[in-house]
């Protein structure tokens, strides 16, 4: 038997030859660094050329290159080894001409890799496979039998920040980083001891010939967000370093789901009481949607719109006329079980989570469908028991592990769907029906032109005036989600016009940082653990989120009303929740969504100074009046803070205290900081208006209080006596 080592030939395109001090050693280089790759094919070096700067761990002999089967193939190596996914290093190079020619343990055929120099990176590209025919003797199979290859794999030493998504190792002196120049390529990380491993594996049946990476080494954060720049630029990838410098990164938004010609002003209005200079329009804005999501899909325009797109467009531009930039909020991976996709003949292009082949055929009268394949672990949860065979949907209770395998209780024509003929050897499976709320939506294949169908009605509602999106629902595909969720998501992107100033959405995987400078959105907290939640959540986020040069959104926060709340009673939103939560994400240059859909026919009673509250620190975040020294005060989880408006005019940030509730007087709220040597407290009536006795002595008589919107008490009394006092308070 003849074993032949694995053999990679890369192809040096446009490249420097630099000389090497260790003559095994290869070397290649750019303006901005040196790679040495040793005889073995370990990474040897690579070092910054301005300051000399070493990058990576050398001691462990990681190679640059390896391959992975799913299992031996050839014929005496497959009867050696075990019969399983094995990767397999490469384990020596050396230099033919303007070719390298790596080995790898055991895989007999070689690949030919292209090296594409740029001053700001280096591009891996896996060109093509040289193959010995008599290495696979008579097997009648394509050659090699690659499931992956790993173009590229840095060992990088550990730096103070290390961006998981855009998968950088960096610090003030240096940031180094592998990237994927098309959505295909499976971009990863490894935690290894003193350093992090950062790979770039192309993947067959999706782009592994043809496919490639870059590796980018500069001289600190600036630098290297510059070279991705032109990564971008040289790929035609989204302008993900463009959107994180626009000057509304940070502003907050304001979200709206029932806006239309006929309440627009009302709406604009609001956005501008609260200094908004965002709006976020839900699809249901345009589109026909009824019970949620259950038309998701069609896109059908509202009557409203008498002259179709025209009409929106003409809302928008209203809106832009107030100084306010529209954004698009949709669903891109849901169809309503109520669609024209779904019902009455449901289309082939949604997704399957399992597939089953017919053991017989399926009589009107059968209550079990017999297939071939064991169900073993299918789909019980209430509503989402459905299976898909041609275009019937058919509902099951349950189902049977051992042969003959069928499943029971099935129910013919689900969700409104045609009872048609199904045949032995029709192969249909379960329905991918979204796990949000009650069963009202599926999920879309993808892979298939449904996705493109989908995003075409989306562009055309974008295209009339919209400007950023945000993509919901983004966790709604199949596996690997690494490659799906960013796979639909650009299926979607490419198509909007203009290019969104930047996206935010519901999930993330590496290649979508070039689409989603706004990272996510957390959704809504309720007022009984808002504080908590802020902290638990996008402030625990927000210093990951920089690692990555991107920020989140703070969260989607909900107006609550003080009152009932089903069978329990609900404080509703109070000024003090969104001050923290809004000056947290300010701490970070992150926003935050106000929804207060329908608040001008229903208000909060303390809309007035809730919308005061969010346009105060949104002039700052405009402004830049926030300094560093105000931003690490503001980053505290515990020490909250409120921005006061002097007599002045000018703003001022004061560390306060949140004064006790009084069991006598549980509609006062308020707080206390100091200023100017005198304690101010700064209270409210939570649900409407009333008068309170507080025991704080002016004289020799109890200070009363009349509260309804937030007012300000200044006193010489200690805080301890402004808190006693209020301890003490009664209502009137």
């Known amino acids: 038997m003849k074993i032949i080592s694995a053999q990679i030939v890369i192809v040096l395109t446009t490249m420097m030859m630099v000389p090497s001090s260790v003559a095994a050693d290869i070397e290649f280089a750019n303006k901005a660094f040196r790679l040495a790759i040793g005889e073995d094919a370990s990474v040897k070096s690579l070092k910054l050329i301005a300051s000399h700067e070493e990058c990576v761990e050398a001691r462990e002999g990681i190679p640059l290159f390896a391959v992975t089967q799913d299992r031996p193939f050839n014929n005496e190596i497959k009867l050696m080894h075990m019969h399983k996914r094995t990767s397999y290093r490469a384990n020596r190079i050396r230099r033919e001409g303007k070719h390298l020619v790596v080995g790898f343990d055991l895989a007999p055929y070689e690949a030919v890799v292209s090296v594409n120099l740029k001053p700001e990176y280096m591009e891996f590209k896996l060109e093509r496979f040289i193959v010995d025919p008599e290495d696979y003797g008579d097997l009648k199979m394509d050659t090699p039998p690659v499931s992956s290859f790993r173009v590229l794999q840095i060992p990088v030493r550990n730096r103070e920040n290390f961006g998981d998504w855009i998968n950088a190792m960096w610090d003030g002196k240096c940031a180094v980083g592998v990237l994927g120049t098309a959505c295909e390529t499976d971009i990863d990380n490894e935690a290894r001891h003193g350093f992090t491993l950062l790979t770039a594996d192309l993947v067959r049946a999706r782009r592994l010939r043809g496919g490639s990476a870059v590796l980018v080494a500069a001289p600190g954060p600036d630098a290297f967000l510059e070279a991705i720049e032109r990564v971008e630029e040289d790929f035609s990838l989204p302008h993900g370093v463009r959107s994180r410098r626009s000057p509304l990164i940070n502003a907050s938004m304001f979200w709206v789901s029932d806006m239309t010609p006929n309440n627009v002003d009302r709406y604009i209005a609001l956005a501008k009481r609260a200094g908004v200079r965002m709006m976020l329009l839900y699809y249901t804005c345009i589109v026909k949607e009824i019970d949620s999501w259950g038309y998701n899909g069609d896109w059908d325009i509202l009557p409203v719109y008498a002259n179709g797109l025209s009409d929106v467009a003409a809302m928008l531009a209203k809106i832009k006329a107030a100084g306010i930039t529209p954004g698009l909020h949709f669903l891109h991976s849901h169809v309503g079980l109520k669609s024209r996709y779904v019902t009455p003949v449901t289309d082939h292009r949604l997704n399957l989570t399992r597939r089953f082949t017919l053991a017989r055929p399926i009589a009107d009268e059968d209550t079990e469908i017999f297939v071939e394949e064991n169900p073993i672990d299918s789909v019980m949860y209430k509503g989402c028991r459905i299976l898909r065979f041609g275009g019937e949907l058919i509902s099951y209770e349950g189902y049977e592990t051992e042969p003959p395998y069928r499943f029971t209780g099935i129910r013919r024509g689900a969700c409104e769907t045609r009872k048609v003929s199904h045949h032995m050897g029709e192969i249909g499976g379960i329905l991918d029906v979204s796990e949000f709320w009650e069963p009202m939506s599926c999920y879309v294949d993808e892979r298939t032109s449904l996705q493109d169908e989908i995003a075409d009605k989306i562009a055309a509602v974008y295209s009339t005036g919209f400007e950023f999106a945000y993509f919901d629902g983004s966790e709604g595909v199949h ?107 300010a701490a970070w240059d992150c926003p935050m969504t106000v929804r207060i859909t329908a608040a001008y026919t229903n208000p909060h009673p303390r809309l007035d100074d809730l919308l005061e509250t969010i346009r105060r620190w949104e002039d700052v975040r405009a402004k830049g009046w926030l300094t560093k020294e105000h931003k690490d005060l503001l980053k505290s989880s515990t020490q909250e803070h409120h921005l006061y408006l002097n ?27 100091e200023r100017n040597g005198k304690r101010v407290v700064a209270y409210w009536h939570t649900g409407a208006e009333g008068s309170f006795s507080v025991p704080l002595s002016r004289g020799d008589r109890p200070c009363k209080l009349y509260a309804a919107g937030m007012k300000y008490l200044e006193t010489e009394h200690s805080v301890e006596e402004v808190k006693g006092a209020f301890c003490k308070a009664i209502e009137e």
């Open 647 to 673: 007599e002045k005019g000018e703003y001022e940030l004061h560390g306060i205290e949140m004064l006790p509730v009084s069991n006598g007087a549980q509609h006062l709220r308020g707080f206390v900081f």
């Open 479 to 585: 596996e690997p989600f690494n490659y799906n969720v960013p796979y639909a998501q650009y299926r979607v992107w490419k198509k909007l016009t203009p290019e969104p100033i930047f996206g935010e959405a519901a999930a993330k995987a590496h290649f979508d940082w070039h689409m989603l400078a706004g990272a996510n959105a957390f959704d809504i907290f309720p007022p009984e653990v808002f504080k908590e939640k802020i902290v638990e959540f996008p402030l625990a986020e927000a210093p990951l989120m920089r690692k990555n040069f991107t920020r989140l959104n703070f969260g989607w926060w909900e107006l609550y009303k003080p009152g009932a709340k089903g069978a329990a009673k609900t404080i509703g939103t109070q000024l003090d929740m969104w001050e923290f939560g809004t000056s947290r994400a």
